[in-house]
């Protein structure tokens, strides 16, 4: 196989009621002649079958599908319409799986939303569920599939020490571990070779990047590279010859670029591949010779260079076959690819699964992913670029909805969370239900976010609240002068660090927005620095550097804190929160909703008991969205789902 590294509100008062009734008559965008208004489940349901693999030798097929609302897991064989549900959990999710064998399933999957990820095996034949990692608390990471060994894998595990992670073999027949490297206390990635020795440490030592490499299990590791944690060397896979490495650097450049390293010396070879205006972001390699496939890279939409002539001719006839007006992307192949798995999707489409055997040149499809998603009642998501106040240029999409004209719109404002990542083309379900329901949808890739270089990532640095704030809110000015968006009907939304930037929004620029929802957002700086995991510990002085530090900057985290600013809000607000959230504890919410009733002063609070950072359970999914709906329309005026009974 390729190897791809990429309750609550149950009832309204009757005033409360029709005063809603009254928002959304007098606010509302006419376009339900045009687009129909699709049920909030239709846009969050989970698909009938999703996550689909092939078995190493191309004769079974895997796929997760929903059981009483939970996705589990299944097995058919190719080319048969057998089909055998293999796990049957109601509580959670599966998180993840892959095929260790033709004759073994492995499964990855936490519980009420900890994070803490353990480890099932299951036979696809006969169903027969091994619970591998039974450590209380633990938190299991794979390191690597081991495919070359059909009984082996390798795993970190914070068995011996919560925030360190350990290297193991595990058996997977017989639950046995081994344990092959150690963390010495600054580890926080290993990597290994193609004959599963553990031969790289990646790490920090608080401040400075450090690798650390040896030639098997039996040697000591030795220091061989050690950067500024501004600097980016991202080992990815050793070569066939076990002597080098594929990484992603921006060593010496703005712009990470894929290249190749000495395992053993960390002297930087030579550039493989480079783009001048944005970052190398997904390498796909071949399991089966080791050899680099292709890399894609973002700037408006995904785009791909190939290495191999004879994947880049079946994506070439792939894209012949299905159209342009789709992204093809192969998702799995049996060891020998010569059978394949292709997925397609755009920004108006969930699209489709097929079953392709390249030496037959046939296509077959699986199933559609979304069919219940009409995507001629979908909508564009178009870029944009502006310059910011001082002069970088700033990337987003906006998307408009369909069957009225761009003037005069209702806002969402929806920064991405991370913050150190971005906002891609692709589909989306929420900005489609927010678009569908008449609003304008804003989405910034401010300072800071990954893709656009060194410099551009690096000016968010000690900026959360401040520059990076201003360039959403230049954002939504420059939509305002365009006259695409009314003034007075704007919206923020956002979750984890998007939470953070909609409670910034409201409390430092209050007369901008009409309303804002905190998805699991920060609110303190100073207790959200407290409670971070304890396996992001070794990171800590770099949050320092990146965020701020609580005792040298708690000038600025103070000035920057949206919970110590509350007075300042005018516009209402509607928190959704996690109980079990391991990386924005709910006391951050809870300080929040705190200042404000204080203050007297009303706020929707939705917290759900069996969930963590975001809700993954459906019905938890869809309560939110509807209530969001609601909110958003009583307050900004956009459509409800009829019968929504919230």
């Not at 928002?23 to 699709?38: K, L, T």
């Not at 939970?70 to 080319?79: E, I, K, P, S």
């Not at 990597?191 to 040697?219: P, Y």
Request: charged content about 20%; proline content about 5%; hydrophobic content about 35%.
């Amino acid at each position: 196989m390729t190897r791809f590294r990429f309750l609550w509100w149950r009832c309204w008062a009757l005033l409360g009621f029709l005063v809603l009734l009254g928002a959304c008559s007098s606010h509302s965008n006419s376009n339900s002649d045009a687009v129909p208004i699709i049920p909030v489940r239709n846009f969050f349901r989970k698909p009938d079958i999703s996550y689909i693999l092939l078995s190493p030798s191309g004769e079974k097929i895997a796929f997760t599908s929903p059981f009483k609302q939970r996705m589990n897991l299944f097995v058919a064989n190719d080319g048969s319409g057998d089909t055998s549900q293999l796990t049957f959990f109601t509580d959670r999710d599966i998180a993840s799986y892959f095929w260790k064998s033709d004759s073994c399933l492995l499964v990855l999957k936490d519980q009420q939303g900890d994070e803490n990820y353990h480890l099932y095996a299951v036979n696809p034949v006969s169903g027969r569920l091994n619970y591998l990692t039974p450590f209380p608390g633990v938190r299991i990471q794979v390191v690597d599939e081991f495919k070359s060994n059909p009984y082996e894998i390798i795993l970190a595990i914070n068995k011996r020490r919560k925030d360190l992670f350990d290297a193991y073999s595990l058996n997977v027949q017989t639950g046995e571990l081994k344990l092959l490297a150690q963390n010495p206390g600054h580890i926080a990635k290993w990597l290994c070779d193609h004959k599963g020795m553990v031969r790289m440490g990646i790490g920090t030592n608080g401040i400075s990047n450090e690798i650390w490499s040896r030639a098997s299990n039996q040697d000591s590791f030795r220091l061989i590279l050690r950067t500024s944690f501004r600097d980016r060397v991202q080992p990815l896979v050793f070569e066939q010859n076990n002597q080098h490495v594929i990484a992603i650097s921006n060593l010496g450049r703005d712009k990470a670029a894929l290249i190749k390293m000495d395992a053993g010396s960390g002297h930087l070879m030579e550039t493989l591949y480079e783009h001048p205006e944005v970052e190398v972001e997904k390498v796909d390699f071949s399991e089966k010779s080791g050899k680099l496939i292709s890399v894609t890279f973002h700037k408006d939409k995904p785009e791909q260079v190939f290495f191999d002539s004879s994947w880049a001719s079946h994506y070439k006839y792939l894209k012949s076959v299905l159209g342009d007006n789709y992204e093809v992307v192969i998702t799995s192949t049996n060891f020998d690819e010569t059978k394949f798995l292709v997925r397609t999707i755009s920004d108006i489409s969930l699209g489709a699964s097929y079953h392709y055997d390249a030496i037959n040149k046939k296509l077959t499809k699986i199933a559609e992913r979304g069919p219940w998603l009409n995507e001629k009642y979908l909508c564009a998501m178009r870029p944009f670029s502006f310059t910011s106040s001082d002069g970088f240029t700033i990337h987003g999409y906006l998307t408009t909805p369909k069957g009225i004209p761009a003037k005069n719109l209702p806002l969402v404002v929806n920064p991405h969370g991370g913050p150190w990542t971005r906002d891609y083309w692709g589909f989306n379900p929420e900005v489609q239900f927010l678009a569908n329901r008449g609003y304008a949808v804003l989405q910034v890739n401010y300072r800071g976010s990954t893709g656009f270089g060194r410099r551009f990532h690096e000016a968010g640095y000690g900026q959360w609240g401040l520059k990076m704030q201003d360039d959403i809110t230049e954002a939504v000015r420059f939509l305002i002068k365009s006259g695409k968006v009314d003034s007075t009907r704007i919206a923020i939304y956002g979750s984890s660090y998007g939470g953070y930037a909609a409670l910034a929004g409201l409390t430092f620029t209050p007369d901008l927005y009409a309303c804002g929802v905190d998805y699991v957002g920060i609110s303190n700086l100073f207790s959200f620095m407290k409670t971070i995991p304890p396996y992001w510990t070794p990171f800590k002085q770099m949050y320092y550097q990146m965020i701020g530090d609580p005792l040298k900057d708690s000038l600025r985290l103070y000035k920057t804190s949206p919970v110590f600013h509350v007075d300042k809000i005018k516009a209402p607000l509607f928190i959704a929160q996690g109980l079990n959230d391991p990386r924005v504890n709910k006391n951050e919410s809870d300080q929040v909703v705190e200042a404000l009733k204080k203050r007297g002063v009303a706020v929707k609070y939705l917290v759900k008991e069996n969930e963590g950072h975001g809700f993954l359970n459906e019905e938890n999914q869809i309560e939110f969205y509807s209530a969001m709906e609601w909110f958003l329309a009583k307050h900004i005026g956009g459509r409800i789902e009829p019968g929504n009974g919230l």
